[in-house]
């Protein structure tokens, strides 16, 4: 299930929570950094910038295992999951409501996440860091969707 959505129009920006988005392929997210090639990562080359996505089950575990109450927001991800195997999602092609997305590859934890939240979560997180995704066919994203893979 698609828990939460989160978008900021400038790297670096505090994130927003909206009920729902409209998800363009090839472009990502309307309104997010991406979406305007305003990220932090937009002139490096490379897929699965479109959609960021990470498990609430990866949250629950950093906060049980190292203490860390990480907000699905300050994880910079776009979308927030529960009940979905994101890893195994790479090189797989998954549904969310009528959106459909392609897993490319793990969104590993990085020290911009660590400065911009202000925890130490990397370790927490490697492997579990979330999944970078591209559109297939867009349309609305809303909070509440069913995630078919």
């Not at 305003?38 to 609430?56: C, D, M, Q, Y």
């Not at 575990?61 to 907000?71: H, R």
């Not at 925890?119 to 490697?126: M, S």
């Amino acid at each position: 299930m698609l828990l939460a959505i989160h978008i900021t129009p400038k790297a670096g920006q505090p994130m927003t929570t909206l009920a729902e988005v409209e998800a363009v392929v090839g472009r990502g997210l309307a309104g997010d950094r991406y979406y305007e090639k305003a990220g932090a990562f937009s002139k490096n080359p490379g897929t699965g910038r479109e959609v960021t996505l990470i498990e609430a089950e990866a949250l629950a575990s950093l906060k049980a295992e190292y203490g860390i109450d990480l907000a699905a927001n300050l994880t910079r991800r776009n979308l927030l999951t529960q009940g979905v195997p994101l890893n195994h999602l790479v090189g797989r092609e998954f549904r969310i409501g009528y959106v459909v997305l392609r897993g490319m590859r793990l969104c590993e934890p990085c020290r911009r996440v660590e400065s911009l939240s202000g925890t130490a979560c990397r370790k927490g997180l490697v492997h579990r860091g979330g999944l970078r995704a591209d559109l297939v066919q867009g349309g609305i994203l809303r909070v509440g969707a069913k995630i078919e893979w």
